[in-house]
Structure formats: structure tokens, C-alpha cells
């Protein structure tokens, strides 16, 4: 580190590499961050941070980010000016488009767009603008489960619960690892100190997982448990819950249709029948489902490893049926529904429109849409076979799908058969090298930032602004993808890129005058706009939100309230307090109850009966990932700070496996399956269960034409290329974990 001089400039920032929001204290020399540390003085991360948030400075600097557009030649990708680009991608669409297909062009966002204001703002009028069928994201190799059931049991797909980390005295968590991945759909910068103070004070954490994991390694009990088999487990708790008569649902029982159905729904699911499935004792399944249903502040929360694997959607289910079957949906120190700053209130009474999925379906292999979006595990048959609606231009935004999405050495070859693609993206990469035009956004330090996306899914409510740090070269993110809606919208290259500011603005006001109570009733659009803070449109969003917030300024009826002007004068941010129950009122199902049983979940109980009966093979081995500290799914590996010396793609298998083998711990493997091969190192530990293997996602750089010169020295293989093209069931989110493999010597 350098040591600091007079003329260095200090200042704060909300981190954007991952859920955590972590505030970090930048020093800034010239055009160069010099120092990054967490800033002690944030009202929320209180100084943590990890190796990625040190790295922001590296990947401003990083020589291989890009910083103009590219197109491609023959002769390899050339520099173009922005204004020759956007040209470019119009003659591209247009050509397709023209032929009177709107699902001939589709579209995938990935991670990042929500962790970017402007990504995350303007996506919605680029989806709009395409009216594309072909809309896919990452959620559908992620979260889709979760989605599904907070639409069905609430209403609402973006109702979702959390745990009340700092009230809570007894924890299941199932498939994640915040030692590692900082939490995920679950705000809390921090996450190992919060669950120490939780134990500390004389609480239990309970963690669920085919792997001895760092947070395993904290927890009061590790169970280790088969992939694809939480739904089985999680239902046998819930079946001696209900058989014992523990359940104490208090509240909730009255706002809740389908309890009476459960004791004969579950009964197939006792902990003795599931637990040659699970691998879970069934005294021990017996034994943890009556201290959950005893503890006054218990909560059950299960992410990634559950969600992308089989019964996922079932899984979320059980997760949320144990927290309203033991009173803790909703409850302090349970998990609650959490509210940014920026939300306005839920208002009025319980009750809606409900949710529904399958409004249209995939072509190929006719799966429900949800949430309008397909499955991006159905996006290179969607490509590859003739017909009606065939993909034949592909837009990428902050998205790698090469690497991240199932059989991706499959999808490559597809990409190549396109007419025309568009990457949105800072990198020349496994995904973008496909592409005929690369739009580069700015650098994270080069944008404001306010954490729209995950404020929602935070433990606390907060509100903290970051301002830009350098000024940006080239125009941003949000401004790239208004120029791309207006080219899909038939508005030409060169159109007004206001137009999309306004419509996005005046949809937001008319929303809030919709409102019997609005605090700006009677008043016109233009004054309302007229009187918002902001240099770009990004901040005028902002503060619009904040104002008419919960804790909002409300334009004159709360002088001291919150207003983007606010968080200017407190760069550390501010603390709006705990989570607060929010039910009845968030519900929007038909009924306005908790929907325990829809026909869907009815359909999904079937299932998972079925196979109840019918124990799997055990002959191959299941192969699930692994998040690492230093790393964030593909795209951080070429930043000197985080790939050397850290990254390690590394077979993990346990000794009795490798032993049955041959193998040796250091030696080289072959993992193959139906949809392909990858050869990588073997690590034999005894912190894998007997049975599964783990890979990390993400590697695999070394492709050609990839402008990542740190990254393609990382040795490594992308899992992907094993992963085939299976969903887990309704949400068509992907079957990441729990894929049969073989592994031999290579
Ligand atoms: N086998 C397996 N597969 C997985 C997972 C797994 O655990 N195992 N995890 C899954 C999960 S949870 C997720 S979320 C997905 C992620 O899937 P994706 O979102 O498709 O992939 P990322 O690796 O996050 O790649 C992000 C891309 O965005 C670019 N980028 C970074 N910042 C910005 C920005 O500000 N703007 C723009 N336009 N581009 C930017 C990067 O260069 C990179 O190309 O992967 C999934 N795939
Ligand atoms: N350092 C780092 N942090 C990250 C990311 C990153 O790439 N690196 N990615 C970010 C993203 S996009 C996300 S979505 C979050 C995810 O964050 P988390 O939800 O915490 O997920 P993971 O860290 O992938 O941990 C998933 C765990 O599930 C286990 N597992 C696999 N299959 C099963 C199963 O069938 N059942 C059970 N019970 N467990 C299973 C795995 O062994 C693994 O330990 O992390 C975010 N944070
Ligand atoms: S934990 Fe997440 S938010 Fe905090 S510094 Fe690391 S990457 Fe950034
Ligand atoms: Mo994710």
C-alpha cells in the first residue's frame, strides 16, 4: 500500500460485487484508487469486507476492461466510436426483425444487471421494447423456486422472506454458505458475525449440506445430506410437526388456507422413509423438528444448493410451510418480509390477483414461462431448432451464459449459428467473443449507485448513495440500454434517448397518484418531475423513490424525511431499523390468505411421492458446486488480487470414492456425463460426503478468442460443460446440483 498524501481524496461506496452492500472507504490518487478498506463508520457493514471489495480498485484499472465498443471483422474485433456501433447493432436487429418475428430476437440478463442502478432500471423498457417471448435471465440458474412459491403461497413473486439474523435463536440453513458467498436473497454484510453473535447468545445454527463447509465448520450441528433430496427432508420435518401436534402457526392461522389438509398430505413423509434418501438419521430429522417447533424465534432458510437441484420448487415450499407451521413467518427473530427505503408502503387491505405461470410456453420443450421469462436452460434448442419463433439474434446484458448455463460448450456452438448478437458486457469473453457488436458500460467506480435490488432483501432497512468516484469515458449502462429499446422499437439508432428517461419517470409518478392517499395528489407530472434532485436520470429515479418512500420527505409533508439530497449529507448511510411484520397486508392471493395448496404444489407432492418409493441407483457419483471466497461466478478472475494464488478449480471427492478409483489426491481427472467431459485436479477430503463430488462454476478461460490475459492463465474447466440441460420442475430453474457423473484417471 502507498503511503497516503496530502492531495488524496477519501471516499465512500456502496461495494456492488455481491449481496453483502458492504461499505467501503476508497483513497483516491489522480485517476486511481490507492487504498480500499470497509468503512468503519457504515451504518450497516460497520468495516467488514472481503478480498473482492479490495479488489474494485483492480478492476477499474484492469487493462483488459474495455472502454470502447467492439465490432467484429474478419480479421478479429476492431474498435468502433459509439455512435458506429449503435449503427451496426440496428442494421444487425433489423435485418432480423424484418422478417416479422419478434421471438426470433431474444434476450439474456445476467447477475450483475442487479447489482448496477442503471442495468437494473432500464432492463425493464429493453424487455418491453422487444416483446420477445425469448426473455431468459440467470434467476433460472439461481432462484427461480423461490419466486414460484412466494407467488403461489403470497401473491406476490417478489415477496421474499428472510431470516431475522439478529432476533433469531435457532437456525436451519440448507444448501448456502455465507462464510464463502456473503449471504444470497439475504442483505446482511457480515453474515459470519451475525451468526456468531447467534450462538454467542446462546442460540443454534443448524447447517444442512452434502459438504463440511467454513460455515458448517461454525455451526452447532452439520448434517450431510444427499443433493436434490432437501424437498424429502424438509417434508419429514414438517410430517413430525404436524403428527406430533407442534405446529403453532398463532397468528397465521387464521390467515391461512390448507392447514387442515396437511396431516394426511405429509404422512408418507416420515423421517424413517425419507432417510435412506437423504442420508439424514431419522432420529435426528425427529429430534431437530421438535426444536424448531420449541423455539420461540426459529427460522428455516434455504438457498442455492436447494434451489438448483431437483424438487427445488418444492423445496422453497417446505422451507416456507415449516415457517408458517411453527408461527415464525412473519415474526421477529423468524424470517420477515423485508422493505427498502425506496419501496412505498404496502397500503390497503390483503387480497390481489394472485400468480400464475405458464401465460406462454417454450417452443422446443414446451415449459411454463415464469415471470415472463423461459428457462436459459432451454436457450441453445431455441437456437438450434428450425421453425416458427427460432432464436436468430441474441442480446447478452452483464451475462455469460458459456460458462454459467447448463451444457454451455453445447450453447457456444449455438451462438455461432446466430445471425446476429449484442453483448452488453466489460469484458471479451467466453460469451462475448460470440457476439458481432461488444457495448462496454462504464466501471463500477465510474457510476452512482444506490442498491435498489437488494435493499429489498435486506435485514435492516437501509438507505446509503454512492457518487460516481472518476467520471465516465463513455455513456452508461442505462443510456446503452434506452439506445437498444428504441432500436427495438423500430426508433432508430440516432432517437432520443430521453424519450425512455421520461416514460420510465412519468410510469413511476403515475403509480404513486394512483394512490388514494398520494402525498402528490393533485399535483402534475412535470411539477412532481420538476422538483427531483439528480444529475442523471438514474439519481431523479432515486430520490423520487426515496421521497415517496416509507421514510420518505414526501415532497414537503416530511421536511426532514428521506431525500437523495438526505444521503448526500451522509456518505456512511442511514439506518431505518429491523424488519416490521407486514402480513395481512402484503398479501396478494385471490383470498388474501397464505395459499398453502395450490394445484401446482398438489402436482409437485405427487412427484416427489412417486420417487419416495423408487431409492435411485447409487452407481454414479453426484456432482454439485462450490462457491469460493476470493471469486464471484466467472467473471473476477482477472484481477491479479483474486485469481493468483487463490483460484482453485479442484475436484473435491471424498477418500473412500477416491480409493474405490484408484485415485490420488493431486492427480489429474476426467468427469464426464451425457453432456460432455472436463479434465481437472482431484483434491481427496473427508469434508465431501461418500457419493458426491464438488466443482466450483465459473473457469474455464481458456478459450479462444478471449481478451482476458490474467483469467486464461488460471488453470481450470468450466462445470457447466458436464451439466446437462435438465430443470427441476415448474420454475424451469436449472438442475445445477446433484448431475450423475463418472470419474476416472485421465
Ligand atoms: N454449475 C453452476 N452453474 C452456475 C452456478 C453454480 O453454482 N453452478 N451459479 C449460478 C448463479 S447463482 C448465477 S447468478 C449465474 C450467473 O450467471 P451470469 O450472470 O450469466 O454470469 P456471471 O458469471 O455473473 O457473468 C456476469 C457477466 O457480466 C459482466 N459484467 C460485470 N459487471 C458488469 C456490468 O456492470 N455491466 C455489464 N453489462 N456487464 C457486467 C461480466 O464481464 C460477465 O460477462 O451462474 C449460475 N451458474
Ligand atoms: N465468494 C463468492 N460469493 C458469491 C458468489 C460467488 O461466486 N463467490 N456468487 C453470488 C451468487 S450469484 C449467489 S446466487 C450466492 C449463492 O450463495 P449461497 O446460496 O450461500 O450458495 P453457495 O455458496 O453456492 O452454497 C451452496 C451450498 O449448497 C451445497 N449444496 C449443493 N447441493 C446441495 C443440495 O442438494 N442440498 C443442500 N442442502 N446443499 C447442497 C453446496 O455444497 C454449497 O455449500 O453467492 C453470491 N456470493
Ligand atoms: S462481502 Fe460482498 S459487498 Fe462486502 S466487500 Fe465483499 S463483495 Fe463487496
Ligand atoms: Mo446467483
Redo the contacts with the bound molecule.
Sequence with gaps: MSKLASSDRIVYRTCPL??ATCGLELTVRDQRVVRVRGDRDDVFSGGYL?P?GVALGQLHDDPDRLRQPLIKTDSGFREVSWEQAFAHVEAGLRAVLARGDRNAVALYAG?PVSHNLGANLYLRPLVRALATQNFYT?STV??MPKHVVSGLMFGDPQALPVPDVDRCEWLLM?????W??????WTAPNLPARLKALTRRGGKLVV????R?R?ANHASEHHA??????ALWLLALAQVIVEEQLAKPGRLASMTDGLESLHDLLAPFTPQAVAVHCGIAAQDTRRLARELAASPAAAVY?????HA?RFGTLAAWATELLNVLTGNLDRAGGVMFPRGAHERARHGAAGGKGFRIGRFRSRVRSLPEVMSELPVATLAEEITTPGRGQIRALLTVAGNPVLSTPAGAQLAQALDSLEFMVSVDIYLNETSRHADVILPPPSPLERSHYDMFFYRLSVRAIANYSEPVFDAKGPDESHILARLALIARGEGAAADTTIIDRELLDELVQRELAHADSMLSGQQIEQVEAMLDGDVPCDRIVDFLLRSGPFGEGFGRNPDGLSLAQLRAHPHGLDFGPMQTQLPGLLKTPSGHIELLSPLVHEELARIRAQLLDPAPRTELLL??????????SWLHNLPGLAAGHASCVLHMHPDDARERGLGDGGTVRISSSAGSVVVPLAVTADIVSGVV?LPH?YGHQLTGVRLGIAAGVAGASVNDVVECEVEGPSGNAVL??VAVRVEAA
Excluded at 445430506?225 to 432437501?230: E, H, K, N, S
Design positions: 455481491c449481496e472481503c473482492k447477475n440467470a439461481d432462484q440448507l444448501g448456502a454458505n455465507p464463502e458467498s456473503n449471504g444470497s436473497l444442512v449440506d452434502p459438504r463447509t460455515t445430506i444427499r443433493p436434490g433430496t432437501d434455504a438457498r442455492f444448493g436447494s437441484a454439485i458446486g462450490r462457491r469460493e471466497f476470493q471469486s464471484n461466478n464438488s465459473g446440483n446433484g
